[in-house]
C-alpha cells in the first residue's frame, strides 16, 4: 500500500528543506523525496556569503545545517527519484523510479534545475575523467595543474576562485567581452593573478591524447579563429535547465520552468512549486528557501480548506 502523508516534498534542496520545516511545524506529515544527497546545489558550492545572518560558510556546511533543520520536526527523508506525479481525484500520487509511490494531499515540487552539459563531441565519455560539473567536488584532482572554465555568470566565477587554491591556474572562457556575474566576484576574479580570461571565445573541440583530456580548442566569435589551450582539467558552467521532466507540460513555460502565481499554487490545485525549478529572475539560497516557505504556507492552507 502506498504510504500515506498530508504533504510529499521533491527535492531536498535549500527550498525543500524549508518547505519541510514550516510543514511539519504546522503539524502536517510531510515526505521529503531526494535522488542525490540533501542539500541540492549547496553540495557541490564552495562558499555562501550572500545568505543574510551568515557572513561566510562552506557550502556543505549549510547543506547539512539545512538537512538537519529540515527534518527535526518530523518530516521523513525518502531516499528515490520521482517519475510521475499523477492525481485521482482525492490524492497526488507521486511515483518513484523504484516502483514504490507516495499518497498525498499536497506535493511541493522543489527540483531545482540540472547543470547542462558540454555539448562537444566525446565530453560525455570523457565526464567524471577532465570534464567535471563541480570544482569542490572534483578540484582537488587537477592540483598543480591548469583547468580551463566555460562561463562567465556567478557559479563559473566562484568556482574559478575556489580552483585556484588548488590549481597552477584556471582560464576563464566566455563569450562576450564583459560577465553575467555580481560585481564583487568581478572585481576577486579580475584581481586574481592566477586566473587569465579568454573573451569573446567559445569552445570547439577537446584535445584528446592518449585517452586523456590534454586541451581544449576555441573559437574566436569574432573572426573565427580557432586557439589551442593546454590543460588537464574542464569545468563548465554554461547554464541550467529546469528539472521537470516528470510532470506534465502544461505546468510549464517554453523553457520548462514551473509557472507559479505568487502564493507558489501552479495551476493543477494541490501541486505547488519552490526554489530554482519556477520561472523566476534571481535563482539563489535566499530566494529558494523563501519560495519554501511561501509553498508550505500555502499548502497548510489548501489543506484546511480541503
Ligand atoms: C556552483 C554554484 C555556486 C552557487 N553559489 C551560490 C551563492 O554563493 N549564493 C547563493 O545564494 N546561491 C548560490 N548558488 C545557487 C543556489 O545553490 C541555488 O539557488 C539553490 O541551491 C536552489 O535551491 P533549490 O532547493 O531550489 O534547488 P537545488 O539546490 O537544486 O535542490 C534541488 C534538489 O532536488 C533534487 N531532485 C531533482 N530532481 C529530482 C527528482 N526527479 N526526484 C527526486 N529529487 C530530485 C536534486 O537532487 C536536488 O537535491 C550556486 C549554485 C551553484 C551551482
Redo the contacts with the bound molecule.
Sequence with gaps: MDRQFDVVI?????????AAIYATRANLSAAV???????????????????PGIKKIA?VDLAIELMEHGLSFGAQLES????AVEDDGENKIVR?ADGRSLKARAVIV??????RELDLPEAQRFTGRGISY???CDGAFYRNQDVVVIGGG??AL??SLYLTSLVNKVYIVIRRDQFRAEASVVDKVLANDKIEIIYKHLPESLIIEDDKITGIMLKSVEDGSLRKVACSGIFP?IG?DA?T??LDKSLLDERGYLLVNSDMSTSHPGIYG?????QKDL???????N??AIAANSVIKYLQKH
Excluded: H, M, W
Aim: aromatic residues 6%.
Design positions: 521533491i527535492g531536498a534542496g535549500p527550498a525543500g528543506l524549508t523525496v531526494e535522488e542525490g544527497a540533501p542539500g541540492g546545489k549547496l553540495v557541490k558550492t564552495y562558499e555562501i556569503e550572500n545568505y557550502g528515490g527519484t520521482v517519475t518513484l522543489a527540483t531545482g534545475t540540472k547543470e563541480c570544482a569542490v556567478n557559479s566562484e568556482e558552467y541550467a528539472s521532466s516528470f519552490a526554489g530554482d525549478v519556477c535563482r539563489q539560497v535566499v530566494t529558494a528557501t519560495d519554501g
